[in-house]
C-alpha cells in the first residue's frame, strides 16, 4: 500500500538575473544563510556534508549534483532520521528567471502549518529576490 498523499504548493519569484547566474548562486551552499531564514545561524562543511544549526537542531543539506536544466532539489535531514526532500527550479524567462520551490506537506501537519511553512517559504523567496538582484 502506498503512503498518504501530501499536498503539494508551488511557490514562484521571479528574478531579474540570468536563470545561469541564479542557479550557481543558489546551488552554494555556503549562501543559504543569505536567504533561508530557518539556516540564519550558518552552514558549514563537516566530514564532507554540508550542516547547518537550524531552529530544529543540526541538520544536513544535500544537494542534486550540478546538472544543465536548473534542477536544485535537495534534502534536509534532520536530527530524528527523517528527511525532506525539496524539489527545487530555476526557469529562464527572458532574460530573467524563475525560482519555483515545490513545498509538500508534512505528515501529520495542520493545515495551519502548512499555511506556516507556505508563509515562511515565501518569504525566503523574497529575500532571494532581493539579495540577487542587488548584487
Do not use: C
Amino acid at each position: 500500500m502506498r503512503g498518504m498523499r501530501t499536498e503539494s504548493r508551488h511557490l514562484s519569484v521571479s528574478i531579474d538575473r540570468p536563470a545561469a547566474e541564479v542557479y550557481a548562486w543558489v546551488r552554494d551552499p555556503a549562501h543559504l544563510p543569505l536567504w533561508a531564514a530557518g539556516l540564519a545561524s550558518g552552514i558549514r562543511r563537516e566530514r564532507g556534508e554540508w550542516v547547518a544549526d537550524s531552529p530544529m537542531g543540526r541538520v544536513l543539506v544535500r544537494f542534486v549534483p550540478v546538472n544543465e536544466y536548473g534542477v536544485l532539489d535537495h534534502d534536509v535531514v534532520l536530527p530524528d532520521g527523517t528527511t525532506t526532500t525539496n524539489p527545487v527550479r530555476v526557469l529562464a524567462d527572458g532574460a530573467g528567471s524563475e525560482v519555483v520551490f515545490t513545498l509538500r506537506q508534512a505528515a501529520g501537519a495542520t493545515a495551519e502549518e502548512f499555511d506556516d511553512d507556505t508563509a515562511a517559504v515565501a518569504a525566503d523567496l523574497e529575500t532571494l529576490k532581493r539579495v540577487l538582484e542587488a548584487g
